[in-house]
């Protein structure tokens, strides 16, 4: 554990952003911090944070890592990464932006940190489930957030109207920073809704990162995953409380040659115990992730039939 001391020593002695950020990388390796949340070790979490301290860019060159660095920025880069160490507050909520499909997207403690696997398909066009001949007309992003996952979608596909779904006020607000930030008012809406209340009409693409952590995993969750809303964490025993109304409802709200992609993490066993008459499709990730399944609106027909 970190005393004050060790504080008042760090700031008299380091001199440099790499010492820094070395100092950090240490810290967090022998208190073991969790990381999860946009990093996924020591080193690239602490020069996120360093360099956020110093107002300095991630993608600066390395050379410049050696520069001095002022009493009073060093104070500020302590104090910071002790916030991280000793309170466990994930770096995109200190730093207030989080990364995501190469866009960066306002993040506080009202909304998960982006993260889902969802945005290499994004990113992929959602081929080889989407047909390439045409871009969709309209997207849902259902239990939006951020609205990170929609308007990755709105600029991925320009001529698309999205809109962003939520049951939280505190998320759409986020939500509808994001929005004017990327300058998308035009096209992508954010509304409050309970699942699909105020969907209207039909959509070629829906996608959703809804709640699923099981009970289980919640009880086991690292510190860090505390200060994200448990209201969009938790789904239940099995983490499928949302996802089997989405699966009831979701049809009407597709065209017919629609596509419905949802994530459901550590809780897709459940999900195929759940619906063994279901072929759900499970992509796979190349920059890693799981539990993201397919589904086409023939699919989903089979599945109410049955």
């Known amino acids: 554990?970190?005393?004050?001391?060790?504080?008042?020593?760090?700031?008299?002695?380091?001199?440099?952003?790499?010492?820094?950020?070395?100092?950090?990388?240490?810290?967090?390796n022998q208190t073991g911090v969790y990381f999860g949340h946009g990093t996924d070790n020591a080193w690239d979490e602490s020069r996120s944070l360093v360099l956020h301290a110093l107002g300095l860019e991630w993608q600066m060159a390395d050379h410049w890592l050696d520069s001095r660095t002022t009493q009073t920025e060093r104070e500020a880069v302590v104090s910071l990464l002790q916030h991280r160490i000793h309170d466990l507050v994930p770096a995109p909520y200190l730093i207030g932006e989080a990364w995501f499909c190469d866009l960066p997207f306002e993040v506080d403690e009202r909304v998960l940190i982006p993260r889902s696997p969802i945005g290499e398909m994004i990113q992929n066009d959602f081929?080889?489930?989407?047909?390439?001949?045409?871009?969709?007309?309209?997207?849902?992003?259902?239990?939006?957030?951020?609205?990170?996952?929609?308007?990755?979608?709105?600029?991925?596909?320009?001529?698309?109207?999205?809109?962003?779904?939520?049951?939280?006020?505190?998320?759409?607000?986020v939500a509808e920073s994001n929005i004017e930030r990327h300058r998308m008012s035009d096209r992508v809406v954010a509304l409050q809704s309970d699942l699909f209340a105020a969907a209207d009409g039909q959509y070629d693409l829906i996608v959703s990162n809804p709640p699923y952590v099981d009970a289980d995993d919640m009880a086991s969750l690292p510190d860090e995953y505390h200060h994200e809303p448990e209201l969009a964490l938790a789904a239940g025993d099995d983490g499928l409380d949302l996802v089997r109304i989405m699966l009831a409802e979701a049809r009407q709200y597709l065209v017919d040659d629609g596509l419905l992609v949802v994530e459901v993490g550590n809780s897709w066993p459940a999900l195929e115990a759940a619906y063994p008459q279901v072929s759900f499709i499970w992509p796979e990730f190349e920059r890693g992730g799981h539990g993201v399944f397919v589904l086409q609106a023939r699919d989903l027909d089979r599945l109410l039939a049955s």
Do not use: H, K, N
């Open 1 to 28: 554990m970190m005393t004050p001391s060790d504080d008042q020593q760090a700031v008299y002695e380091l001199l440099t952003i790499r010492d820094l950020i070395r100092w950090g990388v240490s810290r967090m």
């Open 127 to 173: 081929l080889p489930w989407w047909q390439p001949e045409r871009m969709p007309e309209r997207i849902l992003d259902l239990c939006t957030g951020s609205g990170c996952i929609g308007i990755a979608c709105a600029v991925q596909f320009p001529e698309a109207q999205v809109e962003l779904l939520d049951i939280s006020f505190d998320a759409l607000a």
